[in-house]
């Protein structure tokens, strides 16, 4: 039976050109997204991951109780330092580059999984041409990220002192049956291109266990609670 519909914070992460990498390169890559994220979540002190789904090449994690100034400021900023500091130790074929969408609406699991409008709009906004756009803009970024119109003007726009509006690119998304505005804002660009770099944080201890593939789920520990996450593939 289908839950009622609860609101929440929805983040979309994909790795770039995921498709492209060896199986070896791949599972490297996957263990570290699991491992960032984690990490990432844990640094911003974001409370209450209720779901975590294996997309493959990325990852929809919806957050309920999560403070949306702390998901687009301090998640977005530990999750960018975090995937840069990994860069500094692996050759080229191994970097990684997230594309992050953030959008907030309601959601509900139907018994198979999460679904909502949200959810869609979120998976459209992560793979849209403007976000794909600014990572070929700025090839020494790491991390590049997308939000939605509200999110921007209710919380972005609002002054606060951890969100720089300034920083953020009014976009137009067209992707199958989402056309609408959103915000594209590329977290650290880089020494070359005139920004001032942020000091890499250290590595810490992963807030993630080792993942087990069974026929059906993989599992994984978000800040001290397990989840399921349909298998890879997986509708």
């Given amino acids: 039976m289908a839950e009622q519909p609860t609101s929440s914070l929805i983040v979309f992460l994909d790795i770039e050109k995921f498709g492209e990498r060896s199986d070896g390169v791949a599972a490297d890559l996957r263990e570290s997204m699991y491992r960032i994220v984690g990490e990432a979540l844990t640094k911003a002190g974001i409370p209450g991951v209720r779901h975590v789904e294996d997309r493959g090449d990325g990852l929809l994690i919806l957050l309920p109780d999560a403070g949306p100034v702390e998901v687009i400021g301090a998640f977005v900023r530990d999750l960018e330092s975090l995937v840069r500091h990994r860069a500094a130790s692996r050759t080229p074929a191994y970097q990684m580059r997230l594309r992050v969408a953030i959008e907030h609406g309601f959601v509900r699991n139907d018994g198979n999984g999460w679904i909502s409008r949200a959810i869609n709009t979120a998976a459209r906004m992560v793979g849209a041409a403007a976000l794909r756009a600014a990572m070929s803009d700025h090839p020494d970024a790491h991390v590049a990220v997308i939000i939605s119109d509200d999110l ?7 002054g606060h002192p ?5 920083r953020y690119r009014e976009v137009v998304v067209q992707e199958k049956e989402i056309d609408a505005r959103a915000w594209v804002h590329v977290p650290y660009v880089g020494s070359g291109s005139g920004a001032r770099p942020r000091p890499a944080d250290p590595p810490g201890n992963s807030v993630i266990g080792n993942q087990v593939m069974g026929d059906q789920h993989i599992s994984g520990d978000f800040t001290g609670m397990t989840v399921q996450m349909p298998f890879p593939g997986a509708p």
């Fill in 152 to 158: 921007y003007h209710e919380v972005v726009a609002q």
């Fill in 162 to 166: 951890s969100l720089d509006a300034t």
